[in-house]
């Protein structure tokens, strides 16, 4: 899909995040089962599925026949960052047909000592046609992910690495900071629990918003509510 087609289509809406892990309830090891959640997803109305591996990627495609914004989580030694981590899992979401390609582009440390810039640039370089998102944990990461060329910016990773702020609810400020900065579509993402907050990541200047674990994850789903039961 063209960029300015698939930026129209997601454009002040909801996207799914439809990923299961080893060791997550819903991770089979035998086959991909969330295109069954994807299946569900467009149903409800969402223009863009956001999944991790290879598999999940092509049995979504093929279940939804929707724009996949494609990741592989995968842990290196020597490595704090693990969405998209290296060339070869970027190799590999271009072979499976991933629409966009969400790379780790915070400042955490890489084992083949080169810099996120370094990295981002040999992608762009190798693949100057593919969409790519920067998932960043701060407003600097943002910037420069956007200056090196990438087409998307994700707040993806704010709470999640040593320095950056530990909220419970999603980083408001930062998405209406990157907004008000550059000039390409910021994506709302991260601890996005409720309608509510989804409605005040678009107020606050996102592009679009993803949710995950409040639709797709339903162990912490259930863990929510019954935290909540047992502590009132």
Known sequence: MK???LFE???GKVIVSCQAVP??????????????MARAAKQAGTPVIRTSS???????????????????????????????????EVDALVEAGSDVIALDCTNQ???????????????RRK?????????????????NA??????????????Y???????????????????????????????????EQAVEMLNAGAFAVVVGGAITRPLEIAQRFIKAVEGR
């Not at 440390?109 to 992608?123: M, Q």
């Not at 702020?165 to 579509?185: A, F, H, M, Q, R």
């Open 3 to 5: 960029k300015e087609a």
């Open 54 to 88: 290879i598999r999940d990627v092509i049995a979504i495609k093929e279940e939804t026949g929707l724009p996949v914004i494609g990741l592989i989580k995968v842990q290196y030694d020597g490595f704090e960052s693990y969405i998209t981590p290296t060339m070869k």
């Open 23 to 36: 060791g997550e309830p819903l991770y089979v090891e035998e086959k991909s089962i969330m295109y069954l």
């Open 9 to 11: 289509q997601m454009k």
């Open 161 to 195: 690495t040593p320095y950056s702020p530990k909220l419970d609810g999603p980083d408001y400020e930062l998405v209406k900071k990157l907004s008000s900065t550059v000039d390409i579509p910021v994506i709302g993402e991260g601890r996005v629990h409720s309608p």
């Open 146 to 159: 956007w200056k090196l060329g990438v087409d998307i910016v994700g707040t993806t990773m704010s709470g």
């Open 127 to 143: 693949y100057p046609d593919e969409i790519l998102m920067a998932d960043i944990s701060t407003y600097e990461e943002g910037v």
């Open 109 to 123: 440390k890489r084992g083949d000592g080169k810099s996120i810039s370094e990295f981002i640039t040999e992608v």
